[in-house]
C-alpha cells in the first residue's frame, strides 16, 4: 500500500521560503502512470492544486503560484519536495502531498498525506 506522509516546519515568517518534504513508501516516486503533488487548503477555503512532478522529472504548476513555487525530488530516498517562496499570511493552509493517477478517467488523486499545517506569521 502506497503511503505518503508530509514533513517540515509548523511556522514560517513573512518574506522567507516555505520548504515541506514528502516521503513515499510503498511504491518508488519514478513509477510509470503516476505524478507527485502537492495540494493547500487555506482555512475557510477550498483544496487549491500548486503543481507537481511527474515520474520522469518533469514539472508543472498552478500559473498564480508558478513564480514562487518549485518542486523537485530525491530519487535516491523517494522524496518529493516543495518550496514556495516569499510567503505571506494568505499562505497559511493545510498542506497536502498525494499521488495523481494517470492511468483512469479523471486522473484521480487515489493516495494522500495525512497534511501538515503550515503558518505564515511574525
Known amino acids: 500500500q502506497v503511503q505518503l506522509q508530509e514533513s517540515g516546519p509548523g511556522l514560517v515568517k513573512p518574506s522567507q521560503t516555505l520548504s515541506l518534504t514528502c516521503t513515499v513508501s510503498g511504491g518508488s516516486i519514478t513509477t510509470d502512470y503516476y505524478d507527485w503533488t502537492w495540494i493547500r487548503q487555506p482555512p475557510g477555503k477550498g483544496l487549491e492544486c500548486m503543481g507537481a512532478?511527474?515520474?520522469?522529472?518533469?514539472?508543472y504548476y498552478k500559473p498564480s503560484l508558478e513564480s514562487r513555487t518549485s518542486i523537485s525530488r530525491d530519487t535516491s530516498k523517494n522524496q518529493f519536495t516543495l518550496q514556495l517562496s516569499s510567503v505571506t499570511p494568505e499562505d497559511t493552509a493545510v498542506y497536502y502531498c498525494?499521488?495523481?493517477?494517470?492511468?483512469?478517467?479523471?486522473?484521480?488523486?487515489?493516495?494522500w498525506g495525512k497534511g501538515t499545517q503550515v503558518t505564515v506569521s511574525s
Open positions: 512532478i511527474t515520474n520522469s522529472g518533469s514539472t
Open positions: 498525494a499521488r495523481r493517477s494517470t492511468y483512469y478517467n479523471g486522473l484521480p488523486l487515489d493516495y
